[in-house]
């Protein structure tokens, strides 16, 4: 089993609508967390850290599940511009960084 | 500002052929990270430096030598180049210690070895 998991999707969503995804980790040990964004053949770039206490971002929605070892990422209103592959980093300890493989989502006009 | 820039974007080497991938950061960042990404793994951390002329290994290193000769430069090396190297590779820098902020990417570079 991997380390950090994500739905590899592709999610495809209309415009406009709400969709949601997670990332599942499997070490209970894990301190920090993080979304991050990748567009097609670029360079990936922080979307939103996420709290224990859960965090907004205009659309964006971060939650953190320490029970079950999970994240959560949350899109509102959707815009074709959100199209990209999302990917979950948990940090264990000081350079123990594990990545999820990404979940793409396609956001249809 | 550049931020982080990496040269070259692409590359193609024969099996047994070397080559090095620089990394720039133009922002003052202590910690800097080369990472390699292939289809369906995550970033993979193939070594890292805390500071200028220290370096370490991450998760995968076998196969790569890293130095970090100036603050801003962090070079990677592949000795003997294998198939199993072919990939996209990004260098990376954080401002905080482990990873625990913001990593700024490079555009990568990607390599293949045939």
């Known amino acids: 089993r991997k380390e950090v998991e994500q739905d590899p999707g592709p999610f495809n969503v209309p415009e406009g609508a709400t969709v949601a995804f997670n990332c599942t980790y499997s070490?209970?040990?894990?301190?920090?967390f993080f979304w991050y964004r990748q567009d097609c053949r670029k360079e990936p770039k922080l979307l939103m850290s996420?709290?224990?206490?859960?965090n907004e971002d205009g659309r964006f929605t971060a939650q953190l599940n320490r029970a079950s070892q999970y994240i959560s990422l949350l899109i509102r209103d959707s815009k074709l511009s959100d199209s990209a592959t999302y990917l979950c980093?948990?940090?264990?300890?000081?350079?123990?960084?594990?990545w999820g493989a990404g979940t793409k989502l396609i956001i249809k006009p | 500002n550049a931020g982080v820039t990496q040269t070259p974007k692409f590359r193609v080497l024969k099996t047994g052929q070397s080559m090095t991938l620089l990394c720039a950061q133009d922002?003052?960042?202590?910690?800097m990270y080369w990472y390699r990404q292939d289809p369906g793994m995550g970033l993979r951390l193939i070594h890292y430096?805390?500071?200028?002329?220290?370096?370490a290994k991450g998760k995968v290193p076998d196969g790569y030598n890293v130095s970090r000769l100036k603050k801003q430069n962090f070079l990677l090396g592949l000795e003997s180049a294998a198939p199993s190297q072919t990939s996209v590779y990004f260098c990376?820098?954080?401002?905080?210690?482990?990873?625990?902020?913001?990593?700024?990417f490079g555009p990568g570079t990607r390599l293949t070895v045939l």
């Open positions: 980093v948990v940090i264990r300890s000081n350079y123990q960084l594990i």
């Open positions: 996420v709290y224990s206490s859960g």
């Open positions: 430096s805390v500071g200028e002329g220290t370096t």
């Open positions: 990376a820098s954080s401002y905080l210690a482990g990873g625990a902020d913001t990593q700024y």
């Open positions: 070490n209970s040990a894990s301190q920090s």
């Open positions: 922002m003052n960042h202590e910690y």
